[in-house]
């Protein structure tokens, strides 16, 4: 088994897809180490010798933050915020995001400003290592005094509580630890509250979702290439010039890439009795590649904030300052997962407008795609339920960032929503992903029609590769297993095998 050595430098995108690909262990380094335990040392003297009160530290929480608490119940206080703060509802949250989350809390913690002991951040990578990942839920976080419900939930097997799945099963995380041998860990002052406080919920998803939107966004391009040679479409728009006098990067890249696909095609080469093509084809690169513009922004933003510190007191011992701020505040989160959520949207409204070209009937194509229409209906239910996850997608594009409402008595009086923005976007990927796996059910249905004239060698290699798990439909027979196939290929197929290999 492989180690991911978690040190201050910044975790990369590319590193996280490694882990989660990998099944990378993770370990800290000695640097690392050493931040967390001078933390908590500055920590632990500073509660010694202050009779200031430390918010969180020494105090209630939220509106509570005028109670002081008495030394002896400081760890209590912790333990207590733990368990009230676990009230998530709704569906589980996939094991794979819940890893992710438990890899960016570490990361945040390991920077040495939170206070921590160096046995809890040490017990958390044994559960991630070991495969023991606590149960999460949907719902339950407002997005500014961090994602405080989820958290919860990831934070209490530390202390023997709640569910974890090991092994395949859901058990009780006190089962768990019995049979490894492990206590339950007793929190010490600030540990409950560094734990809660944070954003790894939405950033956990969003890092999810980034990895996955540059993944699609290839195979957009891919499938929205075969779908163009299919419905018998012209190269002209996507010709070098056109783009560079607008110099949007995104839309640059797209019309290189459909060249490279195209190059070599008799279809896309041959002669057009049609001047121009619908704009769900003559646009693509326009609209492909604003959407790859927005997920380089969201990108970006989520990569500062898995690097940052966002739990709160923040501690910085070089400076002998404990500051009560605003770090945890999903502001950031917010407003760009919104974007992302508005962006993968566009890419699947476009390409069901594709889905629909196809089976109009148009370009000496069969209506519905199939060689006996009228006793068949062929590829006409495929587009509805393209049709209705897009408009599905349209209603969770609805910001959540531009929503607040008060909690806590009036203390937080303004809050993010990103947990919202975050959870609506991840189904916004999975809808995406099942409207491109219809268009490419479709195109490679279309273009047997225009046999025997071929694509270009690389579209022809994905069809030959496609037709091994869905074949060519004659007559009409059950479909949702083939549309299952395709979002199957899909995943198990790096788009880079055929972009790069051009």
């Not at 430098?9 to 897809?17: A, G, I, K, Q, R």
């Not at 992710?100 to 990578?125: F, P």
């Not at 509250?193 to 980034?210: E, H, K, P």
């Not at 699609?216 to 560079?244: C, N, T, Y």
Request: charged share 20%; proline share 4%.
């Amino acid at each position: 088994m492989e180690y991911y050595c978690i040190t201050p430098e910044p975790l990369t995108f590319e590193n996280v897809d490694k882990i989660l690909k990998g099944n990378y262990n993770l370990k800290l380094s000695e640097e690392s180490k050493d931040r967390i335990n001078r933390c908590r040392d500055y920590l632990d003297k500073k509660i010694s010798v202050s009779n200031e009160p430390i918010y969180g530290v020494t105090t209630g929480f939220g509106s509570l933050c005028n109670h002081i608490i008495s030394g002896e119940d400081l760890s209590t206080l912790q333990k207590n915020l733990v368990m009230s703060h676990a009230c998530g509802v709704g569906e589980e949250i996939d094991n794979e995001i819940v890893k992710l989350m438990m890899l960016l809390k570490i990361q945040s913690l390991a920077y040495g400003n939170s206070g921590v002991k160096l046995a809890t951040v040490e017990r958390l990578i044994e559960m991630h290592n070991r495969d023991i990942i606590p149960v999460v839920f949907t719902h339950g976080s407002l997005g500014a005094s961090g994602d405080l419900a989820p958290l919860a939930h990831m934070s209490l097997p530390l202390l023997g509580k709640g569910e974890v799945w090991y092994k395949g099963e859901k058990l009780p995380a006190e089962n768990v630890l019995a049979e490894i041998g492990w206590e339950p860990l007793d929190l010490s002052s600030k540990e409950g509250l560094a734990l809660l406080n944070g954003t790894q919920f939405m950033s956990g998803i969003g890092v999810y979702c980034i990895l996955k939107a540059k993944f699609l966004s290839k195979w957009a391009d891919i499938i929205g290439a075969l779908s163009l040679d299919a419905f018998d479409g012209r190269i002209e728009p996507f010709i070098k010039q056109v783009h560079h006098i607008r110099q949007h990067e995104g839309q640059i890249e797209t019309a290189a890439n459909f060249r490279l696909l195209l190059a070599g095609s008799e279809l896309i080469n041959r002669e057009k009795l049609h001047v121009q093509d619908p704009y769900s084809f003559r646009c693509i690169p326009q609209v492909h590649g604003a959407s790859k513009d927005a997920i380089r922004y969201v990108e970006n933003v989520i990569y500062n904030e898995i690097n940052g510190v966002t739990d709160n007191p923040t501690i910085f011992p070089e400076d002998d300052l404990i500051v009560s701020a605003g770090n945890f505040h999903g502001q950031p989160l917010a407003l760009a997962m919104d974007f992302l959520c508005i962006s993968l949207a566009e890419l699947g409204s476009i390409s069901e407008r594709r889905i629909y070209r196809l089976i109009s009937g148009a370009r000496q194509l069969p209506a519905f795609l199939i060689a006996k229409p009228g006793l068949n209906s062929g590829f006409m239910l495929p587009q509805y339920t393209a049709a209705s996850l897009v408009s599905h997608n349209k209603q969770l594009c609805t910001p959540s960032s531009v929503d607040s409402i008060e909690s806590s008595q009036g203390q937080e009086d303004h809050v993010s929503m990103g947990a919202n923005a975050a959870i609506k976007t991840l189904q916004v990927v999975k809808n995406f992903e099942q409207i491109l796996a219809i268009e490419l059910f479709n195109a490679c249905q279309a273009l047997e029609f225009r046999r025997p004239a071929k694509s270009s060698s690389v579209l022809e290699k994905l069809v030959k590769n496609y037709r091994k798990s869905v074949p060519f439909v004659e007559n009409d027979r059950v479909m949702y297993s083939l549309i299952k196939n395709s979002v199957i290929l899909l995943n198990k197929t790096n788009p880079d095998f055929y972009l790069f290999d051009l």
